[in-house]
């Protein structure tokens, strides 16, 4: 993240060798650092079949990564007063990425703010040459505004994923004056950096805008036209025994997941919108469908070829929200009956979402990773949700439950979203709960298998009546406006516990269970929580709040709304 392009096809500049000189005893702390930091990434690629090449290390590579991390963390990169340097700032850029790759989207995000702020203080966001830092090696190759993009770069990418605003609203990084000094991969980067940006406004705008995102989707179209049509194929990793060129195959490919995630996200929103007036938003809902399909491909090609499960993480959570969009897509489409425009490509989608799961069930079995395990469980209980393409719309909900419960109609596939609510899935559509405490209770007994829940009375359950099924110009998976959620929050049960000390910027089911003294059976994870404690970092969050803000914005007198019982 530290270098340029140009200089990572020097050889004697960027080999293993050099990067991880061994710096002396007398050395700054925070020169030992970066070394400890450089190491501990290197370690996370390093795969389970070189375990026994180092047995007779005093403790296991996964062991000595995590131990290094840590004292470079909490003795330096925490330390104000030893972060004055490029080099410190640079030790935070480094434990940036290895946070984001060990799962931990959330701690790289705060990270990067603070990468952020340390820059900012430098003057590195400055255009003109007034940045003020001191270099403690003189043989550090520094680049201060290429570090700059790099972080917000990164900020932007996490802020995405995880439904948080943007650090920076700064656009320098892709003017005509700067893209013209880079290479064609490092252009399309700065280009998708911005677009990233202008996403976000609309997002935090909380108001529709439909010339913008037509404009941004031009733009990337623009963006992906500057380099050669053969440049987006997939690239064929193992296909060469030569690691340089590998390493550039991979980053074309992160690259083209990056491009297709920006089309996912700039379009999610008006996804479901495909069944309004005149099939205004069609064109949204086939370019999501496209762009996950791409995106799955190449998560594919990645993971046959690198199986560690510590590398290039993002794209991990990126492909499980691509996999989600493909299956909502059908599951929409599928009430089109005899003019379901996607009714052929089903079983082949199908296939290739069960290909991304295996995949992710053999890197658990590998690592024990929960973010592996998590994602496969939950695409294997989507992938329940069977839609018959020859069989038309219906009105039974195809329901998940365990071996030996009887059966009921109305169970569907649940999701307990830390700090959100359940969201609910069937063939009929999709919908938004608002928890009650004990349904929480019941999901954290049964943590170990996530199984569907029945519809609660309590709930903010909504659905389109008729089960489910569209009328002439209704959403095709409704989801409560906000006036629905509103008026039920006046309903939930919430202690008297005197004075509300929380305010009223949490939703109804956390403030009963904040009082409750048997929460600690369904608690939510801390704010920063590592991957291991929560497995999505709030990614599916962002996901059903960007899908369902197309339903809950738009207006829609044909459709008739009405409490699940």
């Not at 004056?177 to 700065?190: F, H, K, S």
């Not at 995106?295 to 594919?300: D, E």
Request: proline share 5%.
């Amino acid at each position: 993240m530290t270098f340029p392009y140009d200089a990572l096809d020097r050889a004697d500049s960027t080999t293993p060798e050099n990067l991880l000189k061994i710096p002396g005893p007398d050395q700054h702390p925070v020169l030992i650092a970066r070394h400890m930091l450089l190491l501990a990434n290197f370690l996370q690629h390093l795969h389970p079949n070189l375990y026994h090449e180092m047995e007779s290390l005093p403790e296991s590579p996964r062991a000595i990564m995590e131990r290094l991390a840590h004292l470079a963390s909490s003795h330096v990169t925490t330390n104000d007063r030893l972060l004055g340097s490029i080099e410190g700032l640079e030790c935070i850029i480094i434990e940036t990425s290895y946070q984001a790759n060990m799962g931990n989207l959330r701690r790289s995000w705060v990270l990067c703010r603070r990468a952020i702020s340390i820059a900012q203080l430098m003057g590195l966001n400055k255009s003109n040459n007034q940045a003020q830092y001191k270099v403690l090696d003189p043989e550090t190759m520094c680049h201060p505004h290429l570090m700059w993009f790099r972080i917000v770069a990164l900020d932007r990418q996490l802020s995405l994923m995880l439904g948080l605003p943007q650090a920076s609203p700064d656009k320098s990084m892709a003017s005509e004056a700067v893209l013209a000094n880079d290479t064609p991969i490092g252009r399309l980067e700065r280009i998708h950096c911005v677009i990233a940006s202008r996403i976000l406004e609309r997002n935090e705008s909380h108001y529709e805008d439909d010339t913008l995102t037509r404009t941004l989707d031009l733009e990337l179209q623009v963006a992906a036209k500057s380099l050669p049509s053969k440049w987006w194929l997939v690239p064929k990793l193992a296909a060469s025994t030569d690691t340089r060129a590998q390493f550039w195959d991979a980053r074309r490919l992160f690259a083209q997941i990056v491009h297709y995630n920006l089309l996912n996200q700039l379009h999610l929103p008006y996804m479901l919108r495909s069944s309004s007036t005149q099939n205004k938003h069609e064109y949204s809902r086939i370019t999501c469908i496209n762009a996950s399909r791409d995106i799955l491909s190449r998560f594919t090609t990645l993971r046959n070829f690198n199986g560690i499960s510590y590398s290039c993480r993002i794209i991990d959570f990126l492909t499980l929200m691509a996999a989600m969009t493909l299956l909502l897509a059908h599951l929409d489409s599928h009430h089109a009956g005899a003019e379901n425009l996607l009714s052929h490509q089903y079983y082949s989608d199908r296939a290739m979402i069960e290909q991304v799961q295996e995949n992710m069930e053999e890197v658990n079995s590998l690592y024990s990773d929960a973010l592996s395990a998590q994602s496969a469980d939950l695409l294997r209980r989507l992938l329940t949700i069977e839609v018959d393409p020859a069989e038309g719309t219906g009105d039974k909900t195809v329901s998940v439950q365990e071996a030996g419960t009887p059966p009921d109609n109305d169970a569907a596939v649940s999701v307990h979203i830390p700090y959100f609510g359940i969201i609910k899935i069937a063939r009929e559509g999709i919908s938004q709960e608002l928890a009650t405490t004990n349904e929480l209770h019941q999901m954290g007994a049964q943590n170990s298998s996530p199984e569907p829940t029945e519809p609660s009375r309590d709930s903010d359950c909504l659905r389109l009546a008729n089960g489910g099924r569209r009328s002439h110009a209704s959403a095709s998976l409704p989801t409560p406006t906000y006036s629905s959620v509103e008026e039920h929050a006046t309903a939930v049960s919430i202690p008297d516990v005197g004075e509300n000390p929380f305010g009223s910027h949490y939703p109804p089911y956390l403030h009963d269970s904040l009082a409750d003294p048997l929460w600690q059976y369904a608690e939510e994870p801390d704010l920063a929580a590592g991957g291991e404690d929560w497995a999505f970092q709030g990614v599916d969050m962002a996901f059903f709040e960007n899908l369902m803000r197309s339903t809950r914005n738009e207006t829609n007198e044909d459709a008739e709304w009405s409490r699940v019982q």
